[in-house]
């Protein structure tokens, strides 16, 4: 998709809360292309990650793996920590 329309990002928002729309608010955020899993135990964070990529598989969507940070207990999320 073209980032040189103006509604591109609403576009791709819209897809993310469709691809996401059970996850989001129990164990997932979504910001256009941050995704950020959310779990209190280790053992639920790997269901919570399973799921995020049945998601992604379901939408035929990829990661790329040089953006991708796991098992972070904090850090900067659209600017705020």
Known sequence: MSF??????????????KVFK???DQNVEVYVDD??????????YIKDLEEVFEALRRA????????CAFG?????????M
Request: aromatic content about 6%.
């Open 4 to 17: 040189g329309l103006k509604n591109t990002g609403a576009t791709y928002q819209r897809l993310m809360d």
């Open 35 to 44: 995704i950020v899993v959310k779990s209190d135990l280790c053992d639920q």
């Open 60 to 67: 035929n969507m990829r990661l790329n793996p040089e953006k």
């Open 72 to 80: 972070v207990e904090g850090g900067k999320f659209l600017g705020f």
């Open 22 to 24: 059970r996850l989001i």
